[in-house]
T-cell receptor
Framework: NAGVTQTPKFQVLKTGQSMTLQCAQD?????MSWYRQDPGMGLRLIHYSVGAGITDQGEVPNGYNVSRSTTEDFPLRLLSAAPSQTSVYFC?????????????FGNGTRLTVT | AQSVAQPEDQVNVAEGNPLTVKCTYS??????LFWYVQYPNRGLQFLLK??????LVKGSYGFEAEFNKSQTSFHLKKPSALVSDSALYFC?????????????FGSGTQLTVLP
């Protein structure tokens, strides 16, 4: 039972490069989300999805795209990386967005943009 | 708008002593409240939640939290701290009656338990 799996664990990009952070969950959760974690700022929501084919913006969506073609997968795309996107990225899922069920987190992707 | 404040960036406590990690929140309606813990190089792990009912909530690893509506607080507590409790702790809130449908996290409190 893998839970939420994120790849890669580490990534270094140059300014202007693009990449996709992968996220997969095997718990049949409807709700999936992406957060970024920066020192002293807690976790900030980037994008989220309440089901396959449905995505929406969170608090800090600029510079990121998402899609949800299946229940299991929710990739995050950086279109043109900037140093301000240096951060640790977490994917999280739960049974439903409006439920009181807790979020399940992946182990994160540490991204450095030079 | 909903918000969460964790007023202490760092809490140090001696092993065996009781610990408290503070959290206050602001919502327009009724809150769902959560505590999560993060160990180094790992994702957040759920500890406990308050939905309704008893104001004292018990969770994993001997942690508990007390919901205080009048003080809008949800402090995390443990009667006897262990060195292995050293980690980063996050409080989170969702306003179940408001328009914001997402969880809002606090900035985190680094707990260090000294042997």
């Amino acid at each position: 039972n893998a839970g939420v799996t994120q790849t890669p664990k580490f990534q270094v990009l140059k300014t202007g490069q693009s990449m996709t952070l992968q996220c997969a969950q095997d718990m049949n959760h409807e709700y999936m989300s992406w957060y970024r974690q920066d020192p002293g700022m807690g976790l900030r929501l980037i994008h989220y999805s309440v089901g396959a084919g449905i995505t929406d913006q969170g608090e800090v969506p600029n510079g990121y795209n998402v899609s949800r073609s299946t229940t299991e997968d929710f990739p995050l795309r950086l279109l043109s990386a900037a140093p301000s996107q240096t951060s640790v990225y977490f994917c999280a899922s739960s049974y439903r967005r409006d439920s009181n069920s807790p979020l399940h987190f992946g182990n994160g992707t540490r991204l450095t943009v030079t | 708008a909903q918000s969460v404040a964790q007023p202490e960036d760092q809490v140090n406590v001696a092993e065996g002593n009781p610990l408290t990690v503070k959290c206050t929140y602001s919502v327009s309606g009724n809150p769902y409240l959560f505590w999560y813990v993060q160990y180094p190089n790992r994702g957040l792990q759920f500890l406990l939640k308050y939905i309704t009912g008893d104001n004292l909530v018990k969770g994993s690893y001997g942690f508990e939290a007390e919901f205080n509506k009048s003080q809008t607080s949800f402090h995390l507590k443990k009667p006897s701290a262990l060195v292995s409790d050293s980690a980063l702790y996050f409080c989170a809130v969702r306003d179940i009656d408001g328009s914001a449908r997402q969880l809002t996290f606090g900035s985190g409190t680094q707990l260090t338990v000294l042997p």
